[in-house]
């Protein structure tokens, strides 16, 4: 992380107390003093007010802080090991620490007769109020007078000491290493060097967001004066490494306005996105209307693929919104100007059921389309090379198989890639190597969370289809215990009864004795045999052959079978109308996206549809929370929003996507708004001096120079 390239003398750690540190330091990823000034506290002890032991309940942790006089000790055998019991009281009232006998050394800390402050965590048991295992080294010596200040509330204020009176900071440790020597290391490194630090921020953005100083931030984060305050640093300290994230975000935005593709784009040809002669072609054979998102995201293809440098957009569309077609009128465009279009999908399964409906609606306007994945055979796979070379192909779809060694293109111009989260950087620019600085559109049924889109894909335009096709019904979506599995089986017969069809989903292919989990073979067998012997029955997986995978899709889109048992495998690429029910089985161990993406298997027909999501009958609490967000939304971007929070923000963007950068302490879900904030100063700033050359702006580019893989 470049903050912790802090403008102050590096090198060793010349504080004292961390020369002896070394080992410590640098498995806790701590270098120099930078490094060490910007490990952070974890969490924090405000201990500022007394908290008597008369009150311990009120906290959900049973957290006392007070002075206490130790008025007795005894050691005693407990059931393992021997303990010490330290006897304690304070105004209000007595308790025991209990100590192991690794903690002997507090016999000698906390001896009778002393006055000492101490927090701790308190509880009833065995008939008195106690803090089990007790081995808070952490106290400051107090005397019989040396009492909490009363406080206007009425609470009671202890002064500045060693560990109390403060808001404590508690730190990540390593073995070797305590609490309180960083502490001491944290507090003499800040005093020799707070005042050399300078600001990474230009002024006028800290007098914009009235944002503490560097100096400022990191005395504040490490021992604030007040709540107040701290809040003030972490803010600013927030800020400042997400306004440098999205920095970084908009050069990579500059960098890619600079491939010009000056062979296929000329700025003559501009129509303001509106639709080509081809393309209008298209729409006229259509049996249907395009909604009015599909409109508005042509419109804004059109107008990227007309601009002189290469096109680097993300369309987002709920499971069925009508993704697909739109990338079939840009890859008609591309072809109108000679060049050809590549559709990746992550499934042979969905890129087959693309390049179907491809060929159905692109060749009898002149498209040529082809499909290339790695089954197919020698002779075919020579011929269809030989023609991508030569450019008798318009539109290739297919797998990874696209981006082969052997796979030559003729003018590749244009890059699809649906379902781009199944997809690395690594394939990405696999693909786009085979042309020169092609146009990219990365197409999305599991909607991207607002922070995800305005850093990993912040680089990007961003395209919504927000309506659906005419006709679609909401699905409705029941939950349902394991244990009420029959109740789920008989609204399926009703279904089927009616001439409709099923998917029923497990999470796993084979039964395993490691697992507990349910799985598809064995299902499918006590399905067909036990509980649907009338109907037709077929299973898919991972693990079936490629051609027997495809005779069973094509039954069941034709009606032979009523019933799929399958897989996460169905997840994306199927489309049977006629299926109006989907039971997911131990749906608690399936991710929202996969289940919305599951969901959306069904309800492609003019019929009322249905999800039964089947969890186990013990399952958490942070299991059924996922699954309520499935109950109460059919919103997929609701859905993503939920899950991301559910998730947290991981690794929000790896080295491939920021240049050498990670976040310490800010994080994109809470801090959105100060995201937004940052987005929006950055790429202003961006955009007003590109080059980073003005006076204000310098202090930037000096720590873009020490970050960024780009050079100025």
Known sequence: MFVREIKIPTGNIKVKGAEKKETQFARLGIANVGSLLCHYPRERDDRRFSIPLKDFYKNTD???????????????????????????????????????????????????????????????????????????????????????????????????????????????????????????????ALQQYANAIEDELPKSIIQKHRLFTKAQSLCAIHFPQSPTALEKAIQTLSYEELFFMEMLVGMRAQERKKLVDTNIKTNDTLTNGELSPLQRQLIERMTFSLTEGQQAAIKEINTDLEKSYSMSRLLQGDVGSGKTLVSFLAAVKVKEKGAQTVIMAPTELLSRQHAENAAKLLEPIGIRVAFLTGNIKSNGRKNLLSALKNGDIDLVLGTHALFSSGVVYKRLSLVVIDEQHRFGVTQRQAILSKGENCDLLMMSATPIPRTLALTVFGDMDISVIKDMPPGRKPIQTHLARLSNIKNVYNSVRFELEAGHQAYFVYPLIESNEDSNLKDAVSTADYLAKEIFPNFTCALIHSKVPDDEKQTIMENFRLGAVQILIATSVVEVGVDVPNATCIVVEQAERFGLSALHQLRGRVGRGNSPSYCFLVYSDGVKDDGKQRLMVMLKNNDGFIIAEEDFKLRGPGQIAGTEQSGNFSLGIANPISDVKILEHARRDAFAILENDPELNSEDNKVIKQVLQRASPFSY
């Open 62 to 188: 049973g957290k006392v802080c007070n002075r206490f006089l130790v008025i007795a000790q005894e050691w005693f055998e407990g059931r393992a090991k021997r303990l010490l019991k330290i006897h304690i009281q304070d105004e209000t009232g007595r308790a025991v620490l209990k100590c192991f006998e690794n903690r002997k050394y507090l016999e000698h800390v906390l001896p009778v007769g002393k006055y000492f402050f101490l927090t701790g965590k308190f509880s009833y048991k065995d008939g008195e109020l106690q803090s089990s295992n007790f081995e808070n080294p952490e106290v400051d010596i107090a005397t019989e007078t040396d009492n909490s200040v009363n406080t206007e509330d009425g609470t009671k204020k202890f002064g500045n000491g060693k560990s109390f009176g403060i808001i404590y900071p508690i730190y990540p440790l390593t073995a070797g290493l305590s609490n309180i020597e960083l502490i001491k290391i944290m507090k003499k």
